[in-house]
């Protein structure tokens, strides 16, 4: 259901991502059909989008190709194009391997180049100028993540009367790993072209803000800073604040209900041989999420004879990710040989240790996945929250199942009542395993019921609530 519609300067909300909510639809011939894509940060804002008068501002993924903007689903969608140097340069890059290695406490060397700054600052602008033509006077801007750092700072110089906020989903570095790059002040200072900045644990604010007070000299009071114009007056104040992004709770708690979702998942434990333990691992296949930790430890676990095969399978679904990145490219090399070794090692003709999945699956299948679960493995080296541990607490209405966490996630500082782990202390992973696997029902139920409080009561249609109202009052505070 898309038609090709122009969008002249109405908007009263803008959200700018670097990509856009939706995929191609490949399944449609005529190769003009769009999917909205999973995720609760589209869930949580297309309501808004449609009360507001809104519209997305984004790439659309394809390297090379311009498009009008067009509606989907209720959704105003304005493509932001990248060329393929763009996609190289900007993405490949400067996002995903200076900033995001970076950012996620330097578990692989970031890489600074010139050429591509200069295309991330060049992106930027795009990005920005985008949706300055989009919005409606007094409109509000909210701008996500790491990709777009500078376009708060851009956004104000062309339209300082609009209402900008900016949020992080990925870790804010401490300024002794920040102090790396050679473009630090301009971040900063990008960032500090928005009203409200966004951080998903205090830590992470705190850490910008002592970056803020350190590259830049700002004067910061409470969480507050002081943003001055080269004549030394005030522009505006921007304010840093912890707001730790949740999923659709709703969704994921309707499909665990659903009667075909839960034959699934029992389908899924036949499948795999009727082992008494499943655990379950899912994540972008990304070196901060701790995958081979993960796997060093089932492994030895297996090897010390504490567990079987019979006993506890893994499934360890790992979705494609920057495949074109050569980080990325290691870390399947890695994966994939350390699946081999540990499957051709104790993998029996009817049981498998290690069943890996290198795919992206339907949210229902996801779904079955953490139903089918009795233990959830999050190992994460760093990550800024960590939805998939928030998602399987979500789906275990009945109070069963384990939960393994990483004390490096965002999640670990609202699921508390997790089996909290260091991934890097692969002793303590393997003892916090074969807990898990022999928890005793009782305790895993109490653990389970308080976190399914937590989540249950904090969904992201809450977070960006709390987010847009903190925005709003911002700017009234702000006096403009
Ligand atoms: C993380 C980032 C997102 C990003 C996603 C997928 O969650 O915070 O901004 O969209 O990974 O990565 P990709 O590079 O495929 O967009």
Known sequence: TSSQEPIHGASEFLVVSNRLPIDRDSTDTADVGWRRAPGGLVTALAPVMASRDGAWVGWHGAPDEILEPFHHEGMDLIPVPLSSDEVELYYEGFSNSTLWPLYHDVIAPPEFHRTW???????????????????????????????????????????PD????????????????????????????????????????????ANFLRSARRFLGASVKAQQVHVKERDDSISHIARAEPFPISIDVGRIQELAARPDIIARSKQIREDLGNP??????????DYTKGITHRLKAY???????????????????????????????????EVEGMVGRINGQFDTIQNTAVRYLHHNYPVEEMVALYLAADVMLVTALRDGMNLVAKEYVAARSDNTGALVLSEFTG??????????????????????IAHAITLPKAESARRMRAMRKQILSHDVQRWSEDFLLALQNEAVRDDR
């Open 117 to 159: 700054w200069d295309s991330y600052r060049k992106v930027n602008r795009r990005f920005a100028e985008a949706a300055a033509s989009a919005a409606a006077k007094n409109a509000t801007v909210w701008v996500q993540d790491y990709q777009l750092q500078l376009v708060p700072r851009y956004l104000r110089h062309l339209r």
């Open 162 to 205: 609009l209402r900008i906020g900016f949020f992080n989903h990925i870790p804010f570095p401490p300024p002794e790993i920040f102090a790396q790059l050679p473009w630090r002040q301009a971040i900063i200072d990008g960032l500090l072209g928005a009203d409200l900045i966004g951080f998903q644990r205090p830590n992470d604010t």
């Open 276 to 285: 008494k333990t499943i655990l379950l691992g899912v994540d972008r296949l």
């Open 299 to 333: 492994g030895e676990l297996l090897d010390d004879g504490v567990i079987t095969v019979e006993d506890a399978a893994l499934i360890q679904v790992a979705s494609p990710s920057r495949e074109r990145v050569e980080t990325y490219r290691q870390l399947r090399e």
């Open 411 to 432: 999640a670990a500082d609202q699921l508390k009542q997790a089996l909290l782990i260091n991934p890097h202390d692969i002793d303590g992973l393997k003892a916090t």
